[in-house]
């Protein structure tokens, strides 16, 4: 009994940010993650490393091990862990601490360990931004319904490069830079897309022709994906208000009156302040 209600109070501090306690674990957390991507900068300095390598890598040590504990207290904390395991923050939490331990295996590996500062995106919690999680998940919605348009769209675009690239080779040759179809498709891309890098242009006169009207053409397309979202945008009015995390599994984004865990099924049970 003892047991379940210490579980209980961790899983409010570290999964709530409503109390106190679980707010100050929350600031507390996030300025570890941002000391931790400071050193990881830091350290890719070669003067810095120089100077100070030995501190930096203890130093890394410290946030791994730190992040670590804190990830199993996540675990332990929640009746059901495998869930949180597999979540998004989940994967996030366990990816911070995983370079540190694979640097032995592969060297260099500890670079990666700027995906911690994907962390960061706990701060929308802590400081109550539900609504712009409520606005991304609009976008979101209308990507999902949009997505067969969008699919027809890219194939579009396919084609529209491979031709560009197959006639640009034979028109032009390697003598302009097209020494293959896929160079071509490569210069189609870039100038589709109004770039312009420059390192492969046209000679002959109807290569430019073709490379103007793609221009023109590149212009066009750009706008057709934001009419296709934006008319999705329009459709959809996709509210999702975020309360408490879920017991099982850590889970948010509840509506006010849910009784149970929309993504695991567990009871939504009011949490007494810490």
Known sequence: MKNDTFREKLHTIIFESETPAGRAFDL???????????????????????????????????FTILFLCEYFLRIYAIQKPMRYVFSFYGLIDLASCLPTLLSYAFPGAQSLLVIRSLRLLRIFRILKLGTYFDEGLVIVNA??????KIFVFFFTIVLIVIIAGATMHFIEGPESGFVSISSGMY?????????????????TTVGRFIASAIMILGYAIIAVP??????ELNRKNIRVLYNEACPGCGAQGHEPDALYCHRCGTHLELKKHI
């Open 28 to 62: 507390t957390l996030i300025g570890a993650i941002v000391a931790s991507v400071g050193a990881v900068i830091l350290e890719s300095e070669p003067a810095i490393k120089a100077q100070y390598g030995t501190e930096l890598y203890f130093l890394e040590w410290f």
């Open 143 to 148: 990507l999902k319904a949009a997505r067969a």
């Open 187 to 203: 210069w189609a891309v870039v100038t589709l897309t109004t770039v312009g890098y420059g390192d492969i242009a046209p000679a």
């Open 226 to 231: 934001t009419g296709i979202i934006t008319s």
